[in-house]
Each structure stands twice: as C-alpha cells, then as structure tokens.
C-alpha cells in the first residue's frame, strides 16, 4: 500500500474547487464530479466522458420547487434532497429513495446528519482491513481521495473512499463507519457505492443462472421502480454474479458507452437500479442489507467491500478489457498471479470416489507420457470417504486407499515428473465424521431448531477464530508435509438456518459477513504461508466465480459443466468481467457427464484452450489415435499460453444473439505480432449462405501468416474484409480443409511478418 499525502486541492487527477466546494475526479477517459451541499452533505454532479477541468460547475445543478416536495429548509420550496443528484445518500431527510446506509440508534431513531467534515488527497491506494481490494505497486499508478462526514448528534465519522488509475478507467469505491460515541449504534445497511444518474437511457446488463449455466448474459431497459439482482444464500452464487452494468441502447461489444460496477466481495450482496419519477437512476451496491446488522460499540468500525467502477466509450468489450487488466495484474496477487500456469489432470470424472494409489500413479504415469504437468487428487482421498455422506472435516489420508498417505503419494508423483496437488473443501463437515462428533456446535445452526443439509453436509461456522484456526491447522500441516503445489478449494452449499453459538443474541446477523471474513482469513494465511502452491477456488463450480475470491486464489472452476457447447455460453459471459487467466477450462470424457452431449475431441479442446487449460477423463481408457490428439494439443496451448494468459480478449459472435449457433473470440498479444481466434458451430445448416469473421485487435499495417492458410493478409483486411468462413463449416474451406457438421470449431492461429 502507498500512502503519500498530496493536499486537499488538486493532484492531477483530483481536483477541488475551494470556492465551489466541487470535486472532479479525472480518470483516463472519464470524469467523476461532485460537491458539497448547501446543508453539507454531498452532491452528485457528473459521471461520463473526460471533460476539461473548469472552475465551477455549478450550471450542472438544478435545484427549483416541485410539487408534494418534502424540503430541508423552511421558507425554501426547491431544496429538496428528493430532487437533488447526491453521492451517499441517507435516510429520511426529504429523500424517499432508498438510502445507502440506516443507522439504529439506542432511542429507535434512524435520522442522521453527516455533514462534510475534511478531505484529504493522496498517493496510491490503501488497504481495506481484512478485505481483498485492487491495489498498486508504485504510489504514482493512482491517486485516492478520502472524505470524512461527520454526524455531532452520535459523534459517528462515515469516510467515503475513491481511488482513480492513472492508466486505466477504474474508479473504486469503499465506505468506513467509525463509532467515536459513547453508545452502541447498530448498521443496518451499509452500500459501498452510490451513484445517481442524470437520465435512465440504460439498459441493464447482468450474469445469471444456476448450477451448470453459470453466468449468462442478460440485458433488459431499465423501467421505473427498483430492478436489482442479489444473494442470500451465503455466497455470491451461481444464480447471479456480484457485477452489473449500464448502457446505452444503441451500445453494442465494441461501440458506445457503458459503466461497469462490480463488487470484490464473496458473500451477500446487493446491485440495484432505482429510477424516480424524474428518471434520475440511483445505482447502489453493496452487501445486502436483508438480515444484515452490525453493532458498533463505542471505538468500533466496520468497513465495506470495494466496488470497481469502469466507464468504456469502446463498447462493452472496452469495459472487459480494462476489468481483465486490472483484475490480472492488480487484484490476483502473489507468485502465481504472472507465472506460466500448468497443463492439469483432474481425476475426479475419471474415477470419482473409486480409486487408490495404483490406479492414481497409473492416471499419472501416462498423463506424464502425454505431456501434462500437474496431476491433481480430487475428492475422496481422506477419513473414511467413499461417497459423500460422510468425512468432511476429518482432514487425514484415507489409508485403505493411499497405505503411504499423501505424502508417500505426493512424492511418488513428483519423482514422475509431475507436480501435486489436492482437492479440499475445508469450510465444510460431514455429521459422519470425527470433527463432527467432537464439536457439534461447530456448525451454522439455530438452537432446538432443524439444521437443512446440502449434499449431505453442513457448513462449518468460519465466523469462530477457534474453528478457523482448528482448519488452518489441518491444511497447513499437510502443506508443510507433502511436495504440494496446488490447492483445489471447494465448497458445496449454501447456508440455512444462520445462527452461530459464538455470538449473542444482537450479533447474529453478523454473521454471514463473518463467515466470509472467516473465509478470507483462512485464505491468506495459507497463500502467505505457501506463496509457492497456486491455489484455485470452487464452488460447486461457479458459486463463488467473484473478485473477492480471485484476490487469494488466481484461478477459478468456471463451472461443474465441462461440456464443451455449454463452455461457450459460461465462458463468454464469464469474459464480461474476468480475464482467461481467472476461468479454469478442461476436456473431459464424452458423453459428458452434464449434459450427455458427445462432442469431437478437437471441439472440447478447442473451447478449453481459452481458459487454464487441463484435462478431467481416464486418460489411460483412451486409444492411442486420441493420446496422439492429446499430445498435440497440449503442445498448442504451451506454445500459446502466455498469450492466453496474458494477451487482450475480443468476443466477436455472442452465443446469446442470433439463436446462438455461432460463438467466435480472438485474443491478441501485447506486441499485436500473435493471435489465436476460435470459431464455433452449434448446428450444421443445409445449403448454407457464406459468413465472415471479423477479427479485432490486430495492427492494420501488420500482415499475418495464418497457420494453414496460404499467403499473407493485413491486419485492416482480416479487422474488415474478414476470414470467409465457407458454408459455415460445412464441407471444404478454399484450402481443402473439411470441418463440417454440428459441434463443429476451427482455431486460426496468426502470426505477423513484420
């Protein structure tokens, strides 16, 4: 964290208005602009396109009667905060919108008056205690300005925080409640970001689903009233994603603007549109308030999750590709947040619970043939586990299945020449285990009532330091053990019935944010303990696919649905705001196991490769003509990883429009000398029309070499006279080269010669 003082009236790209009491944030192509009222709140002026600094902007501000109005002063009928465009706005002061905060005093009161106390502007970007937040590595990458409000009656500081990149179009946002009172106060709601918009010309974007569809791109025009999408199930979950979006009608991938919000936070959450009957639109987000409270003793402070907030005029891939950098390189930390990631087998689909030592070092003597680089033990290796129903939290090798542990397995398999790693889902017990038996209260329960279960197991109470540090215990032990280089982190189910035996009876709504801070604690104990292992989150695939978990974890399972037609959809919408290096991307065995779709190898592959690529089938069951697929395969993505991995991402045919039968993507290197595009078909057509594909991204005045293709083009021509996608892949392309039917996909690999 850097933390350079600056002053309290400009940096470059903060600027104050001392006479007009404004500020004006500068992004790269973005303005931020906002003043302190006339009752010394604070007002919202403008967010948009970069303009030019001016010494007032005053002329922005309308302030005039209404009818019905409620107004703060009397003999004054225009000032009405119902009317007024404000920054964090409170409740029950002549604004019947919904408010970002409600504090709970001791005499029933919800009425606050937090008034502008300072400001200060400074280098760099701090740390948000116990929270992942984006960050810099030099304090000249971004400036933060920090304002303090102040309520007298309950000697209460709210400190509102902006942080603005130099390079990138981000702004972040958190929120600090500080108690200096001599009474306890209780925070009811607490939203990290409030911003109101001039208009409501938006259309909303969102990623929703569920299990095995995780993050699918919706969009609909934003009507009067609150919309607004959400979750109370302990997670960020798989039904919606903690991100949403406004845009314009006429914004499409690549043109027009739109304003991203997306919250780095793994628990209950809350995005909504307001629009009033002015259509002014008051975009919020933050942890959701439902069954949420927060009990602020005298000294105490609570500090909100961070939203970051990008504004593109470049269209919705604009957006993804200034949330894919930052997200890459300023939020993913730690040793593996750069290194070149390892070409994986997982065993799960390919022997489930049924396996031991041999058949593992079996899987792994031929993984290691076809060139993979880590093999990865999934569920069923520990207690007494064979199916589900029993041993989680018994955190001990299954000697009937592994008699040398895993350290005796570890090391047989990293003498292969590969390297090790194991699945977890530390967070959870199962009641057929020991844990269980010996701490019963250690799980999230309501006294004399009914505990639900979720796939036959509970979910340990992470908001007890004593059951957090009991966990950190048996993992760490094992970490210390074992030549360990991977950790998969799963975690299987929601909460019921929240309630902890830890707490009293006025912090139990406490407890699923502690849960989650739990859940952080335990993270970054363990990557600061073993920089070296690259640790990979799951929940049940996508339940927890957020920013808060990429913080500690780099990686993540995009889905349990490894089937390559439905990867597109999953992956595609998933790009909206999280980079390839983020999505971990498999081929498996067909029919796959989802969805019993059969689809060709080279299509599986194909999708895979844009994404952390790895493999979760019996390799030893295959013939030796698809080991030899195998091989090859794995060579293309390490000759290629790095701009994967690293490289800009362009979605070029959406698998949401048009029915949805074409998919197409295109991600360049940094240099723009390398490209790989992937080109996908659901359904042949009979007797079809031509099409082209677009690409994006390329130097006009390159020209490419495309793997397989004859002659050289210029990147103008490939950006607008396209790549002609004969018959839509059905029969030969002008090279001779037969790709056809359903399920069908095609790679083009480009090289410039400069």
């Known amino acids: 964290m850097f933390r350079v003082p600056v002053n309290t009236q400009s940096s470059g790209l903060v600027r104050y208005n001392e006479d007009t009491k404004e500020f004006h944030i500068q992004g790269k192509d973005f303005s ?21 600094h001016s010494e007032s902007y005053s002329h922005l501000i309308v302030i005039e009667p209404k009818a019905t109005s409620s107004c703060v002063y009397e003999g004054d009928l225009a000032f009405s905060l119902d009317m007024l465009k404000q920054e964090y706005p409170a409740y029950g002061t002549t604004d019947y919108r919904e408010p970002a905060y409600q504090i709970h005093q001791k005499n029933g009161s919800r009425i606050t008056n937090f008034e502008y106390k300072s400001h200060q502007i400074y280098d760099g970007k701090p740390k948000l205690d116990g929270l992942p937040a984006t960050y810099t590595e030099n304090g000249d990458e971004a400036v933060t300005l920090e304002i303090t409000l102040h309520d007298k009656l309950i000697d209460m ?25 001599k009474l306890s106060l209780d925070l009811s709601r607490a939203m990290s970001t409030s911003v109101d918009f001039f208009d409501s010309d938006f259309e909303m974007i969102q990623l929703s689903g569920s299990w095995a569809r995780e993050r699918h791109l919706l969009s609909r025009p934003l009507r009067p009233g609150i919309q607004s999408i959400s979750s109370t199930r302990g997670t960020s979950s798989t039904q919606q994603n903690p991100f949403v979006a406004l845009k314009r009608k006429e914004t499409n991938e690549h043109i027009g603007e739109v304003f991203g919000f997306s919250f780095v936070y793994s628990g209950n959450f809350l995005a909504q549109i307001e629009v009033d009957q002015y259509d002014v639109s008051r975009i919020m987000m933050g942890i959701h308030p439902f069954d949420f409270n927060w009990k602020l003793e005298s000294g105490e402070s609570f500090q909100t999750p961070e939203v970051v907030m990008v504004y593109s005029d470049q269209g919705i891939n604009g957006m993804s590709q200034t949330y894919h950098k930052l997200y890459r390189t300023r939020l993913a930390k730690g ?26 070092l079996t899987i792994a003597n031929t993984a290691k043939d076809l060139g993979i680089e880590l093999f990865v033990l999934d569920d069923g290796w520990f207690g007494n586990r064979d199916t589900d129903k029993t041993s989680l939290g018994d955190w001990y090798p299954n000697i009937q299945k592994l008699p040398n542990g895993i350290v005796g397995l570890a090391e047989k398999i990293t003498k292969l020449g590969l390297k090790f790693g194991f699945w977890f889902e530390p967070e959870m017990v199962s009641k057929v285990s020991e844990l269980y038996s010996q701490h019963p209260d250690w799980i999230i329960h309501v006294p004399n009532r009914h505990s639900s279960h979720g796939r036959n197991q509970f979910v340990l109470d992470f908001s007890r330091r004593e059951v957090v540090d009991h966990i950190y215990e048996r993992m760490s032990a094992l970490l210390r053990a074992a030549p360990i280089s991977y950790v998969k982190w799963d975690m299987n189910r929601y909460m019921t019935e929240i309630g902890s035996a830890g707490l009293p009876a006025d912090r139990q709504k406490e407890v699923p944010h502690r849960y989650i801070l739990g859940v952080y604690d335990l993270y970054d104990r363990l990557t600061s303990e073993f920089p070296h292992v690259l640790f990979e989150s799951c929940a049940s695939g996508g339940a927890r696919f957020d920013p808060g978990m990429l913080y500690y974890a780099p990686q993540a399972w995009t889905s349990d649905d490894t089937d390559a037609i439905e990867r597109l959809k999953i992956q595609y919408g998933t790009s909206v705001v999280y980079p390839l290096s983020s999505m971990g991307a498999h081929v498996s065995a067909v ?4 969805v019993k779709r059969s689809t060709s190898l080279e299509t599986r592959a194909n999708v895979a490769y844009f994404g952390m690529f790895g493999y979760e089938l019996d390799v030893t069951k295959m013939p030796e003509e698809e080991k030899q697929q195998l091989r090859k395969q794995i060579n ?47 359904l042949a057509k009979p007797n079809p029309g031509y099409s082209k594909l677009l690409l994006k991204g390329l130097n006009p005045d390159y020209q490419y070499k495309i793997e397989g293709k004859v002659g050289k083009r210029f990147g103008n021509e490939l950006m607008n006279a396209g790549i002609i996608m004969d018959g839509e892949y059905s029969g030969l392309d002008a090279e001779g080269i037969d790709f056809g ?13 400069i």
């Open 741 to 753: 039917g359903d399920f069908s996909s095609r790679i083009f690999k480009m090289e410039a010669e």
């Open 32 to 52: 931020y602009i906002f003043n302190i009222l006339r009752n010394k709140q604070l007002g919202h002026i403008y967010y948009g396109k970069r303009i030019h």
């Open 157 to 181: 500081d709210i400190i509102l925080l902006y942080t603005v990149y130099k390079e990138l179009n981000v702004l972040t946002r958190s929120t600090k409640f500080i108690n200096h009172g």
């Open 636 to 682: 293309f993505y390490k000759e290629n990883r790095d701009i994967i991995q690293n490289g800009t991402f362009y979605r070029l045919k959406s698998p949401f429009e048009d029915a949805g039968n074409v998919t197409a993507w295109v991600v360049v290197s940094q240099d723009q000398k390398q490209a790989i595009a992937g080109y996908y078909q659901v």
């Open 591 to 594: 029919p796959n196991h989802q």
């Open 335 to 360: 040793e593996w947040r750069d290194k070149t990631r390892p070409v994986l087998i997982n065993n799960w689909e390919a022997t489930y619970f049924d396996f031991d030592e041999g058949k593992i």
